[in-house]
């Protein structure tokens, strides 16, 4: 992982570094909708996100130590790491975790990818980090139609009752946290270290998390399960290396391009479904590729 985000941020003109930290984001992302869904059948949404961060944490703090990497931020950057910690953490994973209670994979991800639509905006006219650029928007578009192809039988079939419809409203109101994330992130972030950031920011997002959940009183819900708790150790670990490998990445790549990896996270999706839940694949997979993939080419996202 070291070398990876080495590479990512030594050499910004070479593609491969990209190519490899972007599809490895990808892939552990992608599978994280199952994974989430695995949880759930233990542990109660706010429980189980933040069971997954204080195993990330963990990981993260064992590999700076042994590495020897000072996790010290920069006193001017703690207010931003509180900010996106809470828009990253506390907000988009604790609105994504109680929404897949009551939503499929597929609908999951077709409201999910709205990030890199809202981050396109959001980088152009909110935080003004980008220049607006129509033929980004159309690819953006069509990425979009491109996910809405892959899981439109998912989309028909889905019956909005009330918490149907409140679960679908917060899935999107979490994709907009992500994105705001990204940008606020790309703006004032960048001079943090990828493993110190993302340390700090899950520090703040578990605690936002575990206050919420002890409110609420999620702790009288939890489940043990084995399947769960593999569920919880899988997502804390790869989650941690995806992570830092996503803020890598953002430092040599426009936070609205970047974005456009929530295009490809749902393909991987329907393929580990498939495998761990005996999903069905339809056959608007392939033609919904093609239409996203006009919308992430991570080789051309240079700052």
């Known amino acids: 992982m070291q070398d990876i ?15 490899v930290a972007f599809a490895s984001v990808a892939i552990i992302w992608g599978t994280t909708w199952v994974a989430i869904k695995l949880s759930l059948q233990g542990y109660p949404p706010l429980i189980g996100a933040m069971l997954r961060f204080v195993f990330a944490i963990a990981m993260l703090g064992l590999y700076a130590r042994v590495t020897r990497l000072s996790l010290v931020l920069p006193r001017t950057a703690t207010l931003w790491v ?26 999951t991800a077709i409201l999910f990818a709205a990030v890199p639509l809202a981050t396109l905006l959001g980088s152009a006219f909110a935080f003004k980090t980008e220049t607006f650029r129509g033929r980004k928007l159309v690819g953006t578009i069509f990425g ?11 989309l028909v079939a889905t019956c ?14 979490a994709a907009m946290a992500a994105a705001f994330n990204i940008v606020i992130a790309k703006r004032h972030l960048m001079l943090v270290g990828a493993v110190p950031l993302t340390f700090h920011q899950m520090l703040w997002g578990t605690l936002g998390l575990g206050i919420i959940s002890a409110i609420t009183g999620e702790w009288h819900h939890v489940h043990y399960s084995l399947g769960a708790t593999l569920a919880v150790l899988y997502l804390g670990l790869a989650g941690s290396a995806a992570f830092v490998m996503y803020y890598s990445l953002l430092k040599t790549m426009r936070a609205s391009t970047l974005s456009t990896i929530s295009y490809v996270t749902p393909f991987v999706a329907v393929f580990s479904g498939w495998i761990v839940l005996n999903e069905s694949i339809n056959l608007g997979v392939g033609s919904g590729l093609v239409a996203s993939s006009c919308g992430c080419r991570p080789s051309s996202v240079m700052i």
Do not use: M
Not at 5 to 19: E, I, L, M
Not at 166 to 172: D, G, K, N, Q, S
């Open 82 to 107: 509180v900010v996106t910690a809470i828009l990253a953490y506390v907000v988009n994973y604790g609105l994504v975790y109680w929404g897949e209670q009551y939503l499929s994979a597929g609908f």
């Open 160 to 173: 909005f009752s009330a918490k149907v419809t409140l679960a679908a409203v917060a899935i999107v109101v």
């Open 5 to 19: 985000n080495q590479h990512v941020a030594s050499n910004p003109s070479k593609p491969v570094a990209r190519y």
């Open 144 to 154: 979009f139609l491109g996910i809405v192809v892959v899981f439109f039988d998912p």
